[in-house]
């Protein structure tokens, strides 16, 4: 096994039992490592986590609002260069606050340096993530209306531009 798989089927254990994982998750990354979700910033959510105290709050923030928190259908493709990595994964927790079941799919591309996980970038359903972490669900997210101008009795979910 390449490190990189290695390191990555560390963290996702690490993530399943948070309670205790964070400490583990935060000791696979470089100091300079990188947690990275492009597609948060649509929802309201920071993009992108540098270093371990970044990324410690994040996972913190995790395992205070996700309980029973699994990861499964793990599929790893190897790159030529062993450093980095192709995965799709899919997980489901349980949100606390709101009893709504977190369900999502993940693609991620992870990079080691040194041994460490220097980034991992995660691609998923951010419209999956706001239904489920928001307050109010989608109707939290900046920018988003729940009514279509053509045909207000038709709820949808409409970006609004300023």
């Known amino acids: 096994m390449s490190s990189a798989r290695v390191l990555l089927e560390q963290f996702l254990k690490g993530l399943e039992n948070l309670d205790h994982g964070v400490d583990q998750c935060i000791d696979l990354f470089a100091e300079d490592g990188i947690l990275e979700f492009p597609y948060f910033p649509a929802i309201g959510l920071k993009r992108r986590f540098e270093g371990p105290i970044a990324i410690r709050t ?74 489920a972490l928001l307050p109010n669900g989608i109707a939290d997210v900046p920018g988003f209306h729940l009514l279509d101008a053509d045909c207000p009795s038709r709820p949808v979910y409409a970006a609004i531009t300023d």
């Open 58 to 131: 994040l996972l913190e923030t995790v395992k205070v609002q996700v309980t029973s928190f699994e990861i499964s259908a793990l599929i790893i493709h190897d790159m030529k260069d062993e450093s980095s990595l192709f995965a799709e994964y899919h997980s489901k927790g349980r949100i606390k606050a709101s009893d709504r079941i977190y369900v999502q799919n993940y693609a991620s591309f992870l990079v080691v340096r040194d041994g460490k996980i220097k980034l991992l970038r995660a691609y998923l359903n951010v419209i999956a993530t706001a239904k």
